[in-house]
């Protein structure tokens, strides 16, 4: 399995940037992905999944409404757009495959801690 980051840099508070994943090694379009995201000096942080076949997606309630996830399965490739951005949005961004799932309350989070898979992160900084 490999993930594959690009598409980070820095931007000014307000600005957008589109981050990709490119993938292989496994049947892409088979399976859950996610983006989780690491700011400095912080724990790993889920920040979004989409689902195989439907398409279905779940964000945290810190990024939704300004970032969408989305997959090429023809391109092996995982999006995150990211739109609006805030200077607490500054981080390592990675793509994740096998992470633990769960819901609580009727709503759906992601172990970041308990993915098996992680690609090497793009740096994401928000700054004025």
């Known amino acids: 399995?490999?993930?594959?980051?690009?598409?980070?840099?820095?931007?000014?508070?307000?600005?957008?940037?589109r981050l990709s994943c490119a993938a292989s090694?496994?049947?892409f379009s088979d399976y859950w992905m996610h983006w989780v995201r690491q700011a400095p000096g912080k724990g790993l942080e889920w920040v979004s999944s989409i689902?195989?076949?439907?398409d279905r997606t779940m964000s945290a309630d810190s990024v939704k409404g300004r970032f969408t996830i989305s997959r090429d399965d023809a391109k092996?490739?995982?999006?995150?757009?990211?739109?609006?951005?805030?200077?607490?949005?500054?981080?390592?961004y990675y793509c994740a495959k096998d992470c633990t799932s769960y819901y609580k309350s009727g709503r759906f989070f992601v172990d970041p801690q308990r993915c098996s898979y992680r690609g090497q992160g793009t740096q994401v900084t928000v700054s004025s």
């Open 1 to 17: 399995v490999q993930l594959k980051e690009s598409g980070g840099g820095t931007v000014q508070p307000g600005g957008s940037l």
């Open 25 to 27: 090694g496994f049947t």
């Open 51 to 54: 689902n195989a076949g439907d």
């Open 76 to 92: 092996n490739t995982l999006y995150l757009q990211l739109d609006t951005l805030k200077t607490e949005d500054t981080a390592i």
